[in-house]
Structures are given as structure tokens and as C-alpha cells.
């Protein structure tokens, strides 16, 4: 009898051993799993917020116009918010893209203007080499590569006008070997049919939901 007792006993303390470890072990497991959930969301937000503050900033530049605009500009130029790039396609991302490309052009047309020609070319080939990284991107979104390859029509259009209203040999070979790139480029990404974009609902329209 006592052997038995002292038997039911020691299984007793096993049992309450084990459901002890499998609720400190899972209690570590919630804790370890809500510190991978918030690290999340804090990153997500700071790359919502990132890129919020980003368009606000351009916003404010398009409004003003102001010649002590052109330094900001140009920083928010050369230091966009990566998601432009894709991979996602969304309402901020085209909205973004759109801001961009415009900033491109409207410095551009400030260098032209100041007989900067150099710097006014610059701008055109950044453009360029932004939209033919993200048009080659396998993994990009294929709506966000249909219309950067839309954009950069437009900006090869500029670049053959400008490349052509220069002088010297040194413009006819640059106009010569970008023609000939673009011609390389579309054929080794020629993307002709246009899929029904599906952009995602933009934050707001969450926030408010």
C-alpha cells in the first residue's frame, strides 16, 4: 500500500512538472511571439511614417516653388523612400513614384533654365537609370514595371531632344549610344501587355475604417 501511495506520489510531482514546464515554456513562447509581432509593427510603421514625411516634404516643395527649394529637392531626390522601387504595388507607391519623376523633371528644367547643362542632363539620366533598375526587377510588381516602362518612354523622348539641340561630336556619340542602349534594353525586357492593376487601399482609408 505505501509503495503504491509513495508510486502515485512520484507520479503525481512528474505530471505537475511537466504541465509546469509546457506553461512556463509556452508562456515564453507568447512572450517571444508578441515581441516578433511588435517589432513588426514598429517597423512597419516607421517605414509608413518614412515615407508619409517623404511626400509631405515633396508636397511642400511642389506649393512653394521657391528657388531655396532646389537644395531640398535634390536631397529628397537622391534619398527616396525604398518602397518607390516596389516590390508591392499600392496607392502610396504609385503616388510616390509619380512625385519622383516629377521632381526629376523639375530639376531638370530649373538646371536647363540656369544654363546648367550638364547638371540638367544629369537629372534626365537618373531618371533613367531608376526606372530601367526597377523594370528589371523580376520580383517587382508587374504593374509597377509596365508603368515605369511607360515613364521611361517619356523620359527617352527628352534625353534624344536634349542630346540633339547640343553641339560637338561628343552629344552625337551620347545620343548615338543611348538610342542603341534603349534599343538593347527593350528587347531584353519587352513588356507590351498591361495586366488590370490592383492597388492596395491606401492608409488613410484604413485609418478611418
Known sequence: ?????????????????????VSVFGHILARIDLHLHMTMLIKG???????????????LCHKTRKHDQVKVLAQLINDPPHELWGPELSIEQ??????WLDGCARMYQYHLEQAELEAAYSYLCLAQGR??????RAEVDQNIRLCCCRRLEQVMVLIVEFCKKQHGKAW???????????????TLYPLNEA???ILKPSR???KSA
Request: net charge negative; hydrophobic share 45%.
Open 1 to 21: 500500500m505505501l509503495r503504491k501511495f509513495e508510486s502515485f506520489c512520484d507520479g503525481a510531482i512528474t505530471a505537475f512538472f511537466v504541465l509546469w514546464a
Open 45 to 59: 510603421i516607421i517605414l509608413v511614417t518614412r515615407l508619409d514625411q517623404w511626400q509631405q516634404q515633396f508636397s
Open 94 to 99: 504609385s503616388q510616390g513614384l509619380g512625385c
Open 131 to 136: 526606372l530601367e533598375q526597377v523594370i528589371s
Open 172 to 186: 552625337r556619340a551620347e545620343l548615338s549610344n543611348q538610342i542603341e542602349s534603349h534599343i538593347k534594353f527593350l
Open 195 to 197: 495586366p488590370i492593376p
Open 204 to 206: 488613410g482609408a484604413n
